[in-house]
């Protein structure tokens, strides 16, 4: 059944310590300008940081009307070619030394695995699509099953 991927990349639930250390360094700063500064800052400096984490860990992966949505790149199935789902080791190394500058990637450093989609429209000059992902098997088996979708 098309539509039935849908994955947003959380960050995991120990990065929004980061938020409060922002805040609490804000507010060290401004305790020299006065108390009421340094709580201001507290104030201001967890909410921006949470915003920043929240912003971050809001990246979806969708597969929805013979499209596959990721992140800001909306691609048919059609101009799409096979997919390899990467391990941790594959994807590192996807990631870093055999990257294309020309590809698009969805990467987020804290999931370990990913999917390497080629792009087949020769119209793009982006060669693959790297996609951070916790179940690559899954996104690629969506991927194939909205690709017999969209020839049927």
């Known amino acids: 059944m ?23 360094t804000l507010a060290l700063i401004l305790i020299r300008v006065s108390g009421p500064a ?15 984490i929240s912003s971050y860990g809001s990246a ?8 596959l949505v990721a ?12 997919a390899q789902a990467l391990s941790p080791k594959e994807a590192a190394a996807w990631r870093g030394p055999k990257a294309d500058p020309r590809a698009f990637m969805l990467l987020r450093s804290y999931v370990p ?17 790297y996609l951070s992902t916790r179940s690559p098997m899954k996104l690629s088996e969506a991927l194939e099953e909205a690709r017999r979708g969209a020839r049927a």
């Not at 992140?71 to 096979?82: Q, S």
């Open 2 to 24: 098309e539509g039935m991927y849908d994955e947003r990349l959380t960050v995991p639930r120990s990065w929004w310590l980061l938020p409060v250390a922002v805040g609490l």
């Open 38 to 52: 340094a709580l201001v800052g507290l104030v201001v400096g967890i909410a921006a940081g949470a915003v920043g």
């Open 60 to 67: 979806r992966i969708r597969v929805v009307q013979g499209s």
């Open 71 to 82: 992140g800001p790149a909306r691609i048919p199935v059609e101009a799409l070619g096979t």
């Open 113 to 129: 695995t990913a999917l390497r989609v080629e792009v087949s429209d020769p119209a793009d000059p982006t060669p693959y699509l």
